[in-house]
């Protein structure tokens, strides 16, 4: 169960896309886990992709593809990861893209494919494409929340988010879904998205856009700190309202756009933290007065991925002492310890670089108990700050990727 019991949003058709379903039998056969995506003709496509540089066959053909054509349909897979295998992944990865491309009479370059699951293990291509029939038939516009439902692997539950906003009098949709659990920790969007607008916006600003979303949004989130080999965002505007084009940063219209793309970022990638594997407490650090953002995202992120930190949190243990360790260990140029603050919710925990006067372990117990807790450190060296959004570490964590082959 997802902490605070997140349930998604109610997920609104975008004109111009239609997603399909169909229980396949890749690795389980309980749950649909194929999803194919079909686009408009002229949808624009943004993209972001893990920087692990064991990628998955996937993820190399993806990036070729959308360098060298208009994308018109997605292929997702979930069950196996088909990463590790060098060039049998990527002729398997082909083979699935290719039989696809000749049932909806699109060139194969044209499809971006897309697995999550097991790495190492061989893709069944067989398997895979015997359901691609029953996806293709099962196409529509509603389809939002099977296709959550069907990227899942170890995820609770689905994950959507859905807002409609208006600009210059014209109403515009963004819809996006995510799946995401473990194996999270940035360095460029860390699990699979996939968001869609009928906005006409140029291809060009829509990177851009997408770029500025992940920043502080996927980009800024960690359960385990371990980046997937797989991991993807697709931002797709398909231009079906009927408005003019957003062409430039410039534009009047870019900042509220980006503004409600960045909601939609922020709530899925707080999904897959609220959603950790094993999780029960969510944990924001935010870090303020750094140097550089660099900086504050380096604090953040070492305390955020300290077993000892994380496990205090899970014991719901104000043992203040780790993080103040962890922020020393951070690996920044300067830090003035003198100067440094704590505070667990509104409790200052170290003034001064030292336990405050003020500070009381009933205090700080209060605060650990809660389900949603915020770690502020404040380093007084500059004007920059960053969040880190994570989660604790509990005995559920290790039973479920003990066990995540059994």
């Given amino acids: 169960m997802p902490v605070g019991g997140f349930v998604p949003l109610n997920l609104k058709a975008v004109a111009g896309i ?18 194919v995506f079909e686009l408009a003709k002229k949808t624009q496509v943004a993209s972001v992709f893990t920087t692990n540089k064991f990628c998955a066959a996937p993820v190399t053909l993806a990036k070729k593809h959308i360098t060298e054509s208009s994308p018109r349909y997605l292929l997702i897979n979930s069950g196996n990861a088909n990463a590790g295998l060098g060039d049998v992944g990527l002729l398997s990865a ?21 697995s999550t699951g097991v790495i190492g293990e061989h893709l069944p291509v067989d398997v895979l494409v015997g359901g691609l029939p029953s996806a293709i038939d099962n196409l529509a516009e509603d389809n939002w929340l099977s296709a959550a439902k069907a990227i899942m692997t170890t995820d609770t539950c689905e994950k959507g988010c859905a807002k409609v906003i208006q600009l210059n009098g014209v109403d515009v949709t963004i819809t996006g879904i995510a799946k995401g659990s473990g194996m999270i920790r940035p360095d460029m969007a860390t699990m699979l998205s996939y968001i869609a607008t009928d906005m006409p916006i140029a291809g060009d600003v829509l990177q851009v856009m997408l770029k500025a979303a992940v920043d502080v949004s996927f980009n800024s989130i960690t359960v385990d700190g371990d980046t997937s080999t797989n991991d993807a965002v697709i931002l797709m505007a398909t231009g079906l309202v009927n408005t003019a084009s957003i062409d430039s940063i410039e534009d009047s219209r870019y900042a509220d756009f980006l503004a409600a793309l960045t909601d939609v970022c922020c709530f899925l990638a707080e999904s897959i933290v609220r959603d950790g594997e094993g999780a029960t407490k969510l944990v924001t650090v935010k870090v303020e007065q750094a140097a550089s953002v660099k900086d504050a995202k380096e604090v953040g992120y070492t305390i955020a991925h300290s077993p000892l930190v994380k496990t205090a949190l899970f014991a719901s243990d104000p043992n203040w002492g780790r993080i103040l360790a962890a922020v020393g260990r951070a690996k920044i140029e300067e830090l003035n310890v003198d100067e440094i603050s704590i505070y667990l919710n509104d409790v200052c925990i170290v003034e001064s670089g030292q336990r405050s006067p003020e500070y009381t372990e009933e205090q700080g117990q209060s605060v650990m108990n809660q389900e949603d807790i915020l770690i502020r450190v404040v380093l007084a060296q500059g004007l920059y700050s960053a969040s880190v959004l994570t989660c604790d570490l509990s005995y559920d964590y290790v039973k479920i990727n003990a066990e995540y082959r059994s």
């Avoid at 239609?18 to 999803?35: E, F, P, V």
């Avoid at 082909?94 to 897309?114: H, R, S, W, Y």
């Fill in 18 to 35: 239609r997603i399909g379903t169909a229980s396949a039998g890749i690795s389980q056969t309980q749950r649909d886990d194929l999803t």
């Fill in 94 to 114: 082909t083979q699935c893209c290719e039989v696809l491309a000749d049932k909806v009479n699109v060139d194969v370059n044209q499809i971006l494919p897309f």
